[in-house]
C-alpha cells in the first residue's frame, strides 16, 4: 500500500447530501426515499428525490439482499413500479451469479497423471474408475 493511500480519509461531499426516509407495507419490502438538502439541512429544490426499493430474496443458502433503484416522480409512483424493480434486481443478480459460477468453473486446473498429489493410491495416482462420487463437481 502506498503512502498517499494510507493518508486518505473518507469525505463527505457536503453539496450531495439527502436526508433518508424509509417507508414500508410490513409484506414486500421497504423503499427509502433520498430527499436532497443542502448543507444547512434544508430542502434542496434543485434536485430530484432518489428512490431505493429493498427486499430479501430466500434462498438455500439464507436471505439474499436486493437493492436497486427506483425511477419514479413520488412515493406513490415509486411504490407502483417497486415490483418491476424486484423482478429486474433479481433478474440481475441471478445473471451475476451465474457468471461467478462460469468463472469459478473456468478456473479450475485439472492436473495430469502423476501430478494429482494421490501418488498413494497406487500406480496412476488414482483409484480404478477415477475419484469416488462420480467426479462431480457440486457448487
Known amino acids: ?21 424509509v417507508f414500508t407495507d410490513h409484506h414486500a419490502g421497504t423503499i427509502r426515499r433520498l430527499a436532497p438538502v443542502k448543507a444547512d439541512g434544508s430542502p434542496d429544490p434543485g434536485r430530484k428525490a432518489v428512490f431505493i ?20 416522480e413520488s412515493l ?7 415490483g418491476e424493480g424486484v423482478k429486474q434486481a433479481y433478474e440481475d443478480a441471478l445473471a451475476e451469479f451465474q457468471e461467478l459460477r462460469r468463472r469459478a468453473s473456468s478456473g479450475l486446473v485439472i492436473p495430469g497423471a502423476g501430478a494429482s498429489g494421490l ?3 497406487g500406480g496412476g495416482g488414482l483409484p480404478p474408475g477415477g475419484l469416488p462420487g462420480g467426479g462431480k463437481l457440486k457448487l
Open 1 to 21: 500500500m502506498n503512502p498517499e493511500e494510507k493518508k486518505a480519509e473518507p469525505k463527505m461531499d457536503p453539496n450531495s447530501l439527502y436526508r433518508e426516509e
Open 53 to 72: 426499493g429493498e427486499a430479501q430474496l430466500l434462498t438455500s443458502a439464507g436471505a439474499l439482499p436486493l437493492s436497486f433503484e427506483i425511477p419514479a
Open 76 to 82: 406513490g409512483d415509486a411504490a407502483r413500479k417497486y
Open 119 to 121: 501418488e498413494g493410491l
